[in-house]
Nanobody, 115 residues
Framework: QVQLVESGGGLVQAGGSLKLSCAAS????????MGWYRQAPGKQRELTAT???????NYTDSVKGRFTISRGNGQNTVSLQMNSLKPEDTGVYYC?????????WGKGTLVTVSS
């Protein structure tokens, strides 16, 4: 069974930085795509950033220029460097891995940005 374990959330002031990390285990192949999704209070989960095994990257418009997604050399880890954080970045961030069209999710890590 594929498992995703996130780390790195916390409380930070506006303008600060955090780095989220996620490690995937339990699969004999590395995920085709890994990414991060945010669920703000009272809202649906939405895409923040994704990166494919080939290095193709997609960001939601609101984080472009502030967040950087990357994958580890082994292709089973993904990180999200978040700079210039804003209160609207607050939410639970979920790691996602897509393997052969199946989606797997971590339990989420809370990011709170205070104004």
């Amino acid at each position: 069974q594929v498992q995703l374990v996130e780390s790195g959330g916390g409380l930070v002031q506006a303008g600060g930085s955090l780095k989220l990390s996620c490690a995937a285990s339990g699969s004999s192949v590395s995920p085709n795509v890994m990414g991060w999704y945010r669920q703000a209070p009272g809202k649906q989960r939405e895409l923040t950033a994704t990166i494919s095994r080939g290095g193709w990257i997609n960001y939601t418009d609101s984080v472009k220029g502030r967040f950087t997604i990357s994958r580890g050399n082994g292709q089973n880890t993904v990180s999200l460097q978040m700079n210039s954080l804003k209160p609207e970045d607050t939410g639970v961030y979920y790691c996602n891995a897509r393997i052969f069209s199946r989606d797997f999710w971590g339990k989420g890590t809370l990011v709170t940005v205070s104004s």
